[in-house]
């Protein structure tokens, strides 16, 4: 099968599986308080930095981004491949623009903005590598590209190899779910919401069939593309979630920080990769 074949496929699942997620993706858990609370404020942490007039938000889907993004900048235009998510985003500030089309080829002039964002989106793309490129394009000098929620490698690995082994007694309940949660999404996503479990591998391509994404082979990517500075950060550890719930947040932060100084040796606890880069 052809380079350009696979690619059509998994362009396709994405349309294919957001449109059967559409109407409860505001679900999902990236739209929780404390995590729509962190996007917003970066949001605005950034709008001062690199400029207030235009955010483009790649992958916009129902508008996680836009919603946020939309207090902070006169503009703010999403991109998406999937009239069903798009039909959600909320127009009601009149700031708000849609296009239907792939981030590889935006139709807007180039250096028109100053941030590009996204989230929960890189993984779903056959090649991040266009996509990155076209936003290095758009955004003016001195803009950033912010992308959150990129699936860690390490993490994937480690999750995969404990799966083989996952009838061990000794497996605590913590590990089993996030077995679930990362090896079998597609078998469960597919009873929920009757998808072919083949369609969310290849919508999640970059995490459930390339594996995730790993740190420095993406900063490699935006460093061709043309980005000056590169940061990107782990975050979001194992349990993170429970140990918010049980000791707090500002707990679960010291712990998240004690790991993050420990790094590289405890990059496979983390399940997601952060990625702030400047033009």
Known sequence: MTDQKIKKQVLQANIDFHTALSETYHEQPHYLPENRERFGTKLKELSAKAGNDLLIDFGCGTGFVIDLAVPHFNQVYGVDITPAMMSKVNMSSGKVKLLQASTEQVTLK????????????????????????????????????????????????????????????????????????????????????????????????????????????????????GFSQVSISYYWFLGQGAMQKQYGIETALKIESFLQQTLPLTRHLFKYLRVEAWK
């Open 110 to 225: 180039s250096g028109v903005a100053d941030v590009v964002a996204c989230n929960s989106f890189l993984h779903h793309l056959w090649d991040v590598e266009p996509t990155i490129r076209e936003a290095a394009r758009l955004l003016k000098p001195g803009g950033v590209f912010y992308s959150e929620e990129d699936p860690n490698v390490f993490f994937w690995k480690a999750i995969n190899e404990a799966a083989e082994i996952k009838n061990d007694q000794n497996m605590s309940d913590l590990i089993q779910r996030e077995i679930k949660a990362v090896v079998e999404i597609d078998d469960d996503l597919g009873q929920e919401k009757h998808i072919d479990p083949e369609m969310v591998r290849l919508a999640e391509y970059q995490k459930m069939i390339k594996g995730g994404m790993d740190a420095e082979k993406l900063e490699n990517i935006f460093n061709n593309a």
